[in-house]
């Protein structure tokens, strides 16, 4: 089955910038899409086809997706942006139709 | 505005069965696939099955143990559980589908328990 691996956690000072990977065979070639779940909350869309935004996410949020690795940008963190982050592809190919990454934890020091 | 509610959860013992449900408003619901996410407790998300806007189209992990149905007549989607185990114990949310590819509306979720 297809796998996409995440960092367990990353921390960043307030108003700097927070990098999350989310690693899989060749996702470059797939739409990579994030969700943000804040502590005891449903997951929320954040960013979808790699790099685009539903209306309501702020645009301190931006995606990128390459070879073996997709990224997720926050820019100017706040503190209101310490959540769980979960990348998310569909693979045809696989069993699991949709499949989550493992999930990274930022914490807003 | 988009709302989805699941119900259904609650303690069940091991070798039980469980139908869980989610009510949508706020969007032509027949129009929609739809899906069922579930969240082992201080785990990650892992997506359990999809249904087509009309039903006729089902992909789930556990084909057999775990169905996904839905009635467009009462905008709710279902999910059947047989067969639990410990390994079930999760949130269950239910999320609307946009383009076969992301989830972009969720509901808050359910919580099964399974435990004897």
């Known amino acids: 089955s297809y796998v996409l691996t995440q960092p367990p956690s990353v921390s960043v000072a307030p108003g700097q910038t927070a990098t999350i990977t989310c690693g899989g065979s060749?996702?470059?070639?797939?739409?990579v899409h994030w969700y943000q779940q804040r502590p005891g909350q449903a997951p929320v869309l954040v960013v979808y086809?790699?790099?685009d935004r539903p209306s309501g996410t702020p645009e301190r949020f931006s995606g990128s997706n390459s070879g073996n690795t997709a990224t997720l940008t926050i820019t100017r963190v706040e503190a209101e942006d310490e959540a769980d982050y979960f990348c998310?592809?569909?693979?045809?190919?696989?069993?699991?139709?949709?499949?989550f990454g493992t999930g990274t934890k930022v914490t807003v020091l | 505005q988009v709302q989805l509610v699941e119900s259904g959860g609650g303690v069940v013992q091991p070798g039980g069965s469980l139908r869980l449900s989610c009510v949508a408003s706020?969007?032509?619901?027949?129009?929609?696939?739809m899906h069922w996410v579930r969240q082992a407790p201080g785990k990650g998300l892992e997506w359990v099955a999809v249904?087509?806007?009309?039903?006729?189209g089902k992909h789930s992990i556990e084909k057999g143990r775990l169905t996904v149905s839905r009635d467009n007549s009462k905008n709710t989607l279902y999910l059947q559980i047989n067969s639990l185990s410990s390994d079930d114990t999760a949130v269950y949310f239910c999320?609307?589908?946009?383009?076969?590819?992301?989830?972009?509306?969720w509901g808050l979720g359910t919580l099964v328990t399974v435990s004897s």
């Open positions: 249904i087509s806007h009309d039903g006729s």
């Open positions: 060749n996702i470059g070639s797939h739409s």
């Open positions: 999320a609307k589908d946009h383009s076969s590819s992301w989830m972009d509306y």
């Open positions: 086809n790699d790099d």
């Open positions: 998310q592809v569909w693979n045809s190919g696989s069993d699991h139709h949709y499949v």
């Open positions: 706020g969007f032509t619901f027949s129009n929609f696939g």
